[in-house]
């Protein structure tokens, strides 16, 4: 029997599959916007790491959408597309916050309670409350070419290495 050391033990990399191989290119926010499927879940990244310009072009359209539900797992601040509650956008939350209260008072809130060891069944395809699409914000890339969630890890990695469409947001600083 071989002894695993704790550090092997935090090794949540090896745990997850291989990385997608990306388009590698830039689109306009409209061709970015155009790839969100009508009646999606999209989780968004949350904490200090929300893809702001992209969820307020959300917000500025929401006509190209008859049903979008957003989720994402801890928020501090409303996401842009909360200035909009109701058709189309709905949120889907699995923890209750001040943040939440324009989808709460706007009756476009459904709160799954969940703890964060849960989220990565949850999220995951053919989960429960499996998302379709994953918004993120990143680093630029670094010399090797990869971006960085920045202290947005966790569950965001390992929906953006399962989700079926991931779209991010370059940070620019």
Known sequence: MTATSPTDALDLE?????PRV???RSLTMDQLLER???DSRVYVTALMGPPTAILEAMAAEPDRWTALETTCDYLAEPLATFANPGAPFRHLSVQASRAL????DADALRIVSACSSQLSGLYRPGGPLAVDVAIVQVS?????????LGCSGGITAEL???APLV???INPT
């Open 14 to 18: 090896a745990q997850l599959p291989p």
């Open 22 to 24: 990306r388009e590698g």
């Open 36 to 38: 969100i499927p009508d």
């Open 101 to 104: 209260a324009p989808m709460a």
């Open 140 to 148: 630029r890339p670094g010399p090797d070419g990869r971006f960085s």
């Open 160 to 162: 953006v290495r399962a």
């Open 167 to 169: 779209l991010a947001q």
